[in-house]
Every structure is written in structure tokens, then in C-alpha cells.
């Protein structure tokens, strides 16, 4: 058996010897035995623990990381994969939300664009012209050329005095329901869910919605539409407020999905190196090293 100091363990991944030492008072590492004189002393066991741990670290998060080694060393097997697998879980369900991202800034773009799509007038003799249905443009009858009037096909109900989701005036409760075709009862359960969070007018008290809760309104509809729970449309929403803008996370999500990737990377590293660790560990329940075609197997006794 090697043994080794603190020093040699932290030597291998750039610590400090004091952190070894901080990581067996933790728990992270398992007891270490000492000499007479009291310093510690370390071995293989020690070794793989502490590499075990430290790539634990960036896939299931520092805390989570603690809780699996702890439950390794109480011999709680099925409590540290438990662990194991909630990150897994975890890492899965962000990979949904990051689809369903895409998918509600996909729709919400295009039916902006659609919003705003220009629309062809039938003008006098068959002509036809660019311009509010039913108008004439500037030009003279039968005529095209350019300084048209573009008509534009209607969207949402807007509430009077509004110039769409992006206008700073603030948009009430009723108003905002039409706009969304659902009812004053579903945006406060939208609220209660933590997928709305409009401000209150301080003389009335009512709900106002400005721009971007009417961006998150829209967002959490197209969501709903397509079947996602309120909790996961919550999820959506925090991202793109974090973000500072439905723009902005799209430009995002590429380094989203990159942090999604290295932290699936660094799942299966961890799993290399505490599987590692089980095997010096010698759990009970640990994975048996015995062929299946070994002669103690009673199908070929």
C-alpha cells in the first residue's frame, strides 16, 4: 500500500494541501489514518476519492457532489445513484426546456412577421395596388409606382391607444386577455405560477402589464398551446428575463446549449472515476467482478 501525504494528493490536480485536509473534514474523503505524531496518512483510496469528487463537482454542482461522496462513505449505495440520477433528470429536463425556447421565440417571431405582412388591395379596372383594403393610394387610378401605402393584416385585439406589445403604454388585465383570447382568470393563474409578474398601479392597485409582461404573456400562450405545463412555461420565462429580452436569448442559446453539452460531458468523466472509486471502496452492493460464466454460477455448476 502507497502512502501518500495531503501534499501529494493536491499536487495532482492544482489544490492546496490544506484543501485535501478541508475535504476529509467535510466528508468528501473517507477518514485518513494517522501516525503517532498525528499527520495523516493517505493512500490510493484516499486518492481516487478526492478525483472522484472533484469531477463529481462540475456535473452535479458542488453541494450535490458533497452529498454523493458522504453517502459513498455511510455506505448508502442506492442513496448517492439516487443522487446521480437527479442530476441526470435535471440535466434532461433543461435540455427540454431549451427545445421548448426555440420553439416558443420560433413561433413568437414568426407571428410577429406574420403580423406585419403586407396585404394587395384590388384598385379600380382590375388593378391592383398596394394599400389599405378598399383605398386608393396617392397615384393616380390604375397607376403603380412607388409611395404606396402598405396595409398591414390585423393581429391580436391591441387595446386603444396602443401600438402593439412593444408600446410602453401599460396594457390592463381585460385588455391584455383579448389581446391573448383568454380569460382575466388565466393570466392571473399565469401570475400565481410564477409566469407573469405585472407591476400594480399605485392608485388603483390593479394589474398593469407593459411591454415585456405582454412579451412573456405571449410567449407562455404559444407554450400553453403546445402543451407545456405551467411550471416548465415559468422555467421559459425566468431565462428570457435573465437574458434581458426574447433578442437577446436567442443570440444565447448557443451558449446555452454549449454549457448543456460540456455538462453531459463531464456526467460520464464523473461516472468513470466514481466507478473507479467503488471498486477500491468494495461496497456490498458493489458491481461483482465474477464472469457470468463462472463455474460458481449454478447454470454451469
Request: proline share 7%; aromatic share 4%.
Amino acid at each position: 500500500m502507497t502512502i501518500l501525504r495531503p501534499s501529494d494528493l493536491a499536487r495532482e490536480h492544482g489544490l492546496s494541501a490544506q484543501a485535501v485536509r478541508n475535504y476529509e473534514r467535510d466528508g468528501f474523503l473517507p477518514p485518513a489514518e494517522r501516525t503517532d505524531s498525528g499527520y495523516r496518512l493517505y493512500t490510493e483510496v484516499h486518492a481516487a476519492a478526492l478525483s472522484a469528487f472533484l469531477a463529481l463537482v462540475p456535473a452535479y454542482g458542488h453541494a450535490a457532489a458533497g452529498r454523493v461522496m458522504r453517502a459513498l462513505h455511510g455506505g448508502a449505495l442506492d442513496d448517492a445513484l439516487t443522487l446521480i440520477d437527479r442530476g441526470h433528470s435535471g440535466l434532461l429536463r433543461d435540455r427540454e426546456t431549451l427545445e421548448a425556447v426555440r420553439d416558443a421565440l420560433g413561433r413568437l417571431t414568426a407571428e410577429r412577421a406574420g403580423q406585419t405582412e403586407p396585404t394587395e388591395a384590388t384598385g379600380p379596372a382590375g388593378t391592383t395596388r398596394s394599400g389599405p383594403a378598399g383605398t386608393t393610394g396617392p397615384g393616380p387610378a390604375g397607376t403603380t409606382g412607388p409611395g404606396r401605402a402598405r396595409a398591414t393584416r390585423p393581429g391580436p385585439t391591441e387595446p386603444s391607444g396602443a401600438t402593439g406589445p412593444g408600446s410602453h403604454r401599460a396594457w390592463t388585465v381585460g385588455e391584455l386577455a383579448r389581446h391573448l383570447d383568454v380569460t382575466p382568470a388565466t393570466l392571473r393563474k399565469w401570475e400565481e405560477a410564477g409566469v407573469l409578474a405585472p407591476a400594480r398601479d399605485p392608485a388603483t392597485g390593479y394589474r398593469v402589464f407593459r411591454a415585456d409582461d405582454v412579451r412573456d404573456a405571449e410567449l407562455a400562450h404559444l407554450l400553453r398551446r403546445g402543451g407545456h405545463p405551467l411550471d416548465h412555461i415559468a422555467t421559459v420565462v425566468r431565462r428570457i428575463r435573465t437574458a434581458g429580452g426574447a433578442d437577446a436569448l436567442a443570440a444565447s442559446l448557443g451558449d446555452w446549449q454549449r454549457k448543456l453539452t460540456a455538462r453531459g460531458v463531464a456526467m460520464l468523466h464523473a461516472a468513470t472515476q466514481v466507478s473507479r472509486y467503488l471498486t477500491l471502496l468494495d461496497l456490498p452492493t458493489s458491481p461483482s467482478t465474477t464472469s457470468a460464466t463462472s463455474p460458481a454460477d449454478p447454470q454451469h455448476a
